[in-house]
């Protein structure tokens, strides 16, 4: 980079690539194009005159819940994995019932909930992170296929996947010319076709649409999969061609279905990445439910190309905020659906050789949930192949001695005065789990680490007196005007509530469901570390890793002593009144001071149902059924704990009463 040609080569590369992701034409894969800008960092050149961030200023769509999260699918890779999905069914439903699936390919592009109300779409929202989507509608609404009425006046939401098919995407690629990087994937062109600045341009963009479920079937009198293709057909609303799905409780003719499928889907003009198998019966889907992540009713079987074979070319160790190692992976880079994968999680010591893991071996790798990657294992049967990876006994930063804990799985660094510990802790303070201090990036919290300007979360707010050292490092780029800006962010950040400071102080085990419930109980952060460990313990939801971690803390000067200043800051410690009192006004409500218990999705995650119907009615939640149940709250997808509550006659609450309480 040293050369001035180089350099400025890689200016226009930036540039172009800036302009080409706003299009939606990405010409190099993201993590390669945060790669170059973060080596260029490295070797101290100023980005500051870079075209970095200056073409996409325009503000994001606006974000709306989604009436139920947009969950994704679970994978099943090979025979033995689907045939105990099946088997799991029958154990679930009774092995007397004839348990009929519809099998569907499972379309690879971008995931579109449609709202149609009276016949008028009028929403259309993107998956976003599944609970809340961006309203992509004037951008769906320039899609030739998707229809912009319909002969339908009842309130219907369509889900589906917005695609390019197979020869329209390689006549793009064919005509791209060739001093221009190729499009990465088909998937890749749609989501950048959906950013388009200027939505009139989808049109020529030869987007396509398939849709595959009704939200609320029953509301539409759909008993199974297959009616709710019927129904989308007659609305004429595009969705799978008959020759491409199949209904049927015969697992034998499934498997045939499967392999055919399979010797033709690369030639098909829809572009797959397997199959989806669902039960057909949608009766069905609220007796066996979900977990937080997959519904159990539907998986995706994914077929040998996407599992991708690569080389483990080293283990490495990181240290986290509570101590804890974890091991990674770094991978020979390999595309996998969608996006190149350099790194995965090992997790702990154990399971590298539970896996047979060596470094310099080939390994198949495939992305959990269709995000995470993981490492499914070894290619060869040899063991003896690759560089033995041995266990790590002391910290990589600090080099004291590790310790197992929690059933000699997981390692711990318990120097209270390891550097990478420290830095993790700042990390996560200043991050949008903690207190979200815009303009402390881990980059820059490192680098003042490392210069001894920032060493402890008080240091945050005395940044103020190091503004000449901090301006003299150029690294950083930091100048009056970003300076005032964190000034603000920093002060701004002693407005948040008790909650969010506490989980910002990243003890051990502290989530935010959990800090929640020591708050409610203990109304002030300080009352929850005086609190005996016992008293701490009889809290529903807690258990004794929370109250060793709160006393392990707590037992600490240095923690004790921040604890004091930050209140001294201004921090609010206590719930206000304003927020306990609240319910009040509500003490007249049937639900009043009830016991209640949750099963299934809502519109929103059920931390914040939790949160808003306690503060509004004064609600205890328990997390499993006793005598103490008055109410049962039933969202999309519940569990056995609906049929349980039936039998039990305990009155249930369904999902649109429980928006309408809220």
């Not at 490392?450 to 007196?465: A, F, H, M, P, V």
Request: hydrophobic share 35%; with cysteine; aromatic share 8%.
């Amino acid at each position: 980079m040293r050369d001035g040609e180089e350099l400025k080569k890689f200016q226009e590369l930036l540039k172009d690539q800036e302009e080409a992701y706003y299009k939606g034409e990405e010409t190099i894969p993201d993590e390669l194009y945060d790669f170059k800008l973060r080596k260029l960092k490295a070797l101290g050149v100023d980005i500051s005159s870079l075209p970095v961030g200056q073409v996409h200023s325009e503000k994001s769509n606006l974000k709306h819940p989604h009436l139920f999260p947009m969950l994704s699918l679970d994978n099943a890779f090979n025979e033995a994995e689907l045939n105990k999905f099946f088997d799991n069914h029958l154990k679930e439903l009774g092995s007397s019932n004839s348990l009929e699936y519809f099998i569907e390919p499972k379309v690879d592009g971008v995931s579109i909930s449609l709202h149609y109300q009276g016949g008028q779409l009028v929403e259309a929202l993107s998956r976003g992170d599944g609970k809340k989507g961006e309203s992509l509608i004037y951008h769906i609404r320039e899609i030739k296929s998707i229809p912009k009425s319909i002969d339908y006046s009842r309130e219907i939401v369509v889900r589906g996947e917005i695609f390019i098919t197979s020869s329209d995407f390689k006549e793009i690629q064919a005509s791209t010319p060739e001093n221009q990087r190729q499009f990465i994937s088909s998937r890749n062109y749609v989501a950048g076709a959906l950013r388009l600045k200027e939505t009139q341009l989808i049109s020529e963009k030869k987007l396509s649409f398939c849709g595959y479920q009704v939200l609320f079937p029953d509301n539409h009198s759909l008993e199974k999969q297959s009616d709710v293709i019927e129904l989308l057909r007659t609305l004429k609303i595009p969705t799978h061609q008959e020759e491409l799905t199949l209904i049927s409780s015969n697992i034998s003719e499934i498997w045939e279905f499967i392999r055919e499928f399979g010797e033709k889907r690369e030639k098909l003009e829809l572009p797959n990445d397997g199959l989806v198998i669902k039960l057909n019966q949608t009766s069905y889907y609220s007796r066996i439910g979900s977990t937080s992540k997959f519904p159990k009713w539907a998986i995706a079987y994914k077929y040998p190309s996407l599992i991708k074979e690569t080389t483990l070319e080293k283990i490495e160790v990181t240290v986290g905020r509570s101590g804890r190692i974890t091991y990674l992976g770094k991978l020979t880079p390999v595309f996998i659906n969608g996006s190149w994968i350099n790194y995965v999680s090992l997790h702990n010591y154990e399971n590298i050789k539970k896996l047979g893991l060596r470094e310099g071996i080939k390994v198949q790798v495939y992305k959990s949930g269709e995000v995470i990657p993981q490492i499914l294992g070894r290619v060869s049967e040899d063991t003896s192949e690759g560089k033995e990876f041995q266990l790590i006994e002391q910290c990589p930063c600090c080099s004291s001695q590790l310790v197992f804990k929690e059933g000699n799985k997981l390692q711990y660094c318990l120097n209270p005065n390891c550097e990478q510990k420290e830095i993790c802790k700042l990390c996560h303070f200043c991050s949008k789990a903690g207190l979200n201090i815009e303009g402390l990036s881990e980059m820059t919290i490192t680098k003042l680490f490392k210069e001894g300007i920032l060493r402890n979360i008080l240091d945050i707010y005395s940044l103020w007196q190091h503004k000449e050292r901090i301006f003299q490092l150029e690294s950083l780029n930091i100048k009056d005007k970003s300076f005032n800006n964190l000034m603000t962010a920093i002060e701004k950040s002693k407005q948040v509530s008790p909650n969010q400071l506490l989980a910002g102080l990243g003890l051990e085990h502290l989530g935010p469901e959990v800090v929640k419930l020591l708050l409610n109980k203990f109304r002030a952060i300080d009352k929850i570390f005086e609190a005996p460990e016992s008293e701490t313990k009889e809290i529903l939801g807690i258990g004794p890793k929370v109250a060793s971690s709160l006393k392990e803390w707590i037992s600490r000067e240095e923690n004790l002593s921040m604890l004091s200043e930050l209140k001294k800051l201004g921090f609010q410690f206590e719930l206000s009144d304003s927020i306990s009192t609240q319910h009040l006004k509500n003490k007249d409500h049937y639900l009043y001071g009830k016991t209640v218990l949750i099963t299934g999705s809502f519109s929103i995650s059920r931390d914040q149902l939790k949160e808003k119907l306690a503060e509004k009615y004064n609600l205890t939640f328990k997390s499993s059924f006793s005598s103490e149940i008055n109410y049962l709250l039933a969202g999309e997808s519940p569990g056995s704990k609906l049929q349980l509550a039936i039998s039990k006659s305990v009155p249930v609450i369904y999902s649109s009463e429980v928006e309408s309480l809220l």
